[in-house]
């Protein structure tokens, strides 16, 4: 198939709003330590969990403001990676539906987890069930894949920019806009001591993505971009509707591995299961299952409907943001790029704090005023740098979600399944079994990665 667009100009990296990492954690009173994890106890005296008040529908609500994140504006192009005709739709379909499980599955093992080592953070988890000394592991995975996010954001915000200037009838390249933003609204936000006043924000963003679903629905339907359609020919040649013979036997060529990859940075939200599950009022692994079954089914319904309406609408021509190929001039996509914009702008500095927290954890930095200024400025200066010279961030943002993301998604939650269940006296012989089927969906992750590695590396 075509693949002069089958790398994506900006894949943006999908993080759950840090708005759902609520202080508020329970502990259930029949949870307790069980006996393998008596020398960790020993080590550290462990922490009541105290009691949760979220309820199921607010952990389901917030879970999936955390999933469908900006990110999934980047999923048609997944498509016009390896198909540039509709029937590609179809099992492109079953693809984010068999990755969305995969990643709830994942999701769900290491609430699992931390219900039978009464644990409260992946860290705690990792620690508890594998290996107290490698639990930087993740640690590190997590802060990488959070600097791969504030720098795909930085990207969105950048071509955003540029195109509602245009709309407002202003031609302003990408790096004045990309810096003016920066330098008075983000850094500014990024160095506030109290990010709570951000929180309503966050609710911007979710309603942004619906609206920007339907207004995207409405466009195809009503057949807007087609030749002679109402904005056909608006935007530039490479961006207007282009299709060709290559469907739904695309999906078994290599490059189906780009939509894979995007997929695994997509569902990304693992490393917030444990709040999640500590955090319900009535905790108990049913309301967990149901909070996680619901937030995926909800978050791959989202991901199938602006993925399959957005490479309908523009075929191979998708762009890696698709609000890019929508004109200018066309006020209810301009709507959407508001939306979007701001509700990115409000969650880059939620995001950045954790990039720059993971940094300040792994070098020992101490925690001071000064430091944290200066690291602020350091991360943000050298994240705009790279958005604004770095011609294929993609790259960048393929590797990582094929390594870190497969790993966080898949690999880590099914060593910690397999350790917590080895660990567990009472284990039965279904649970057992599952270790197998889980250590199996970490196999399949992991051929996922290499082949993602391979196809990134392959369109250099």
């Given at each position: 198939p075509s693949a002069s667009n089958g790398m994506l100009r900006v894949a943006p990296t999908v993080l759950p709003s840090p708005m759902m990492m609520s202080s508020k954690i329970i502990r259930h009173k029949s949870l307790v330590a069980p006996s393998f994890m008596a020398a960790a106890v020993d080590e550290v005296a462990e922490e009541k969990i105290p009691e949760g008040t979220a309820t199921v529908t607010e952990l389901i609500f917030n879970l999936v403001k955390g999933i469908v994140g900006a990110g999934v504006l980047s999923l048609p192009v997944g498509i016009a990676a390896w198909a540039n005709a509709p029937s590609a739709v179809v099992p492109a379909m079953v693809l984010i539906a068999a990755i969305g499980g995969l990643s709830g599955y994942g999701f769900a093992l290491i609430g699992r987890c931390c219900a039978y080592t009464n644990s409260k953070s992946y860290r705690e988890a990792w620690g508890k069930t594998v290996n107290k000394s490698s639990s930087w592991i993740p640690a590190v995975a997590v802060t990488f894949k959070t600097i791969s996010a504030i720098l795909a954001y930085s990207m969105i915000l950048g071509d955003t920019s540029v195109s509602l200037l245009a709309t407002a009838g202003f031609n302003v390249a990408k790096t004045p806009a990309l810096l003016a933003l920066t330098s008075t609204v983000l850094l500014p936000l990024c160095l506030l001591k109290n990010l709570s006043a951000l929180a309503p924000f966050s609710?911007?963003?979710?309603?942004?993505?619906?609206?920007?679903?339907?207004?995207?629905?409405?466009?195809?339907?009503?057949?807007?971009?087609?030749?002679?359609?109402?904005?056909?020919?608006?935007?530039?040649?490479?961006?207007?509707?282009?299709?060709?013979?290559?469907?739904?036997?695309?999906?078994?060529?290599?490059?189906?591995?780009?939509?894979?990859?995007?997929?695994?940075?997509?569902?990304?939200?693992?490393?917030?299961?444990?709040?999640?599950?500590?955090?319900?009022?009535?905790?108990?692994?049913?309301?967990?299952?149901?909070?996680?079954?619901?937030?995926?089914?909800?978050?791959?319904?989202?991901?199938a409907l602006v993925a399959a309406i957005g490479f309908l609408t523009f075929g191979s021509a998708t762009s890696g943001l698709i609000l890019n190929n929508y004109s200018t001039k066309d006020t209810l996509m301009s709507l959407s790029r508001i939306a979007v914009a701001v509700s990115l702008v409000f969650s880059y500095p939620l995001a950045f704090v954790g990039a720059r927290d993971g940094i300040s954890d792994l070098l020992k930095l101490k925690s001071t005023p000064k430091t944290q200024n200066t690291l602020t400025l350091a991360i943000l200066s050298a994240v705009t740098f790279a958005a604004l010279n770095i011609a294929d961030v993609s790259f960048v943002l393929a590797l990582a979600g094929a390594t870190l993301g497969n790993a966080l998604i898949y690999i880590f939650p099914a060593l910690m399944f397999r350790g917590a269940i080895k660990g567990k006296n009472d284990a039965t012989p279904g649970q057992k079994r599952e270790v197998k089927f889980a250590l199996g969906s970490a196999a399949v992750g992991l051929l996922m990665g290499i082949l993602g590695v391979k196809m990134t590396l392959a369109a250099l």
């Open positions: 609710l911007v963003g979710s309603l942004g993505m619906i609206y920007t679903a339907l207004a995207m629905v409405v466009r195809y339907v009503t057949k807007a971009y087609t030749k002679t359609g109402r904005f056909g020919t608006d935007c530039a040649e490479a961006l207007r509707p282009a299709f060709g013979s290559v469907g739904a036997e695309g999906i078994l060529t290599p490059s189906a591995a780009i939509l894979v990859g995007m997929l695994s940075t997509a569902y990304m939200a693992h490393f917030n299961a444990p709040k999640f599950y500590n955090e319900l009022k009535e905790k108990t692994l049913p309301n967990y299952y149901k909070v996680v079954s619901t937030s995926f089914g909800i978050s791959i319904g989202i991901f």
